[in-house]
């Protein structure tokens, strides 16, 4: 046998392989096809009753779970998430939650295991902390400041840093804080201001998120 005979026989063969490897590859694809059907899912009910007047009342507070969270910041700590949220209240009424001896505070924090069920632990602060409220009554003609919103927490060695801001609705007139403690559920000792801001300053320091 020649060299051309034996370069032809190979090149033959390669041929074969190569159609063989295409037949192959197509039969396997065509039997990994299935046909795929559109399905148009259903009306289904939503299984949460977005409803809470029965508990809206200031003494039910420890069976609010996750009801009045807003501006929520979860972290976990150990076994335990925590959510820490701005102080806005459904119903809110001060002279009840005295009458019925709720600890009306600012900043909610909850507690769960597993995401689902919530334990409310409490108010973060008693009060709106004086040098906030100070900075944007000053910067606003004496309004604002009425409550605390966007909290934001972390840890840093052994210690849990909260963050949170204190502004004039609306206006630059702002201050975020930040308090400190041992325990992700406090008590939390003020450590002033993180940012502040007014009407002359570029920025605006009315959330965590700057």
């Keep these: 046998m020649n060299n051309n005979t034996k370069k032809n026989t190979v090149r033959k063969n390669i041929c074969r392989l190569q159609f063989s ?40 507070y420890k069976e609010w779970g996750t009801y009045n969270v807003h501006d929520p910041a979860i972290k976990k ?36 295991k597993d995401l689902v069920h919530w334990e409310f632990v409490g108010w973060a602060f008693p009060d709106i902390p004086k040098e906030a409220v100070d900075w944007v ?19 840093q060695g052994d210690r849990y840093r909260l963050y949170y801001s204190v502004s004039a609705f609306g206006k630059k007139s702002s201050w975020i804080g930040l308090a400190e403690s041992g325990s992700p559920e406090g008590p939390w000792e003020q450590k002033g201001p993180v940012v502040k801001s007014n009407s002359q300053t570029p920025m605006n320091a009315n959330s965590r998120s700057g």
Excluded at 24 to 50: A, H, R
Excluded at 143 to 149: L, Q, S
Aim: hydrophobic content about 40%; charged content about 20%; overall charge negative.
């Design 21 to 60: 490897f295409l037949i192959l590859s197509l039969s396997l694809f065509l039997c990994s096809c299935k046909q795929v059907q559109s399905t148009i899912p259903g009306e289904q009910p939503n299984p949460w009753v977005d409803d809470y007047t029965h508990l809206s009342s200031m003494e039910h």
């Design 77 to 112: 700590f150990g076994d335990d998430f925590y959510i820490y949220s701005t102080d806005a209240i459904f119903a809110e009424n001060a002279e009840i939650a005295r009458e019925k001896n709720v600890p009306l505070g600012n900043i909610q924090i909850r507690k769960s």
């Design 137 to 155: 009554h000053a910067n606003n003609a004496g309004r604002g400041a009425t409550n605390i919103w966007a909290p934001y927490v972390m840890k």
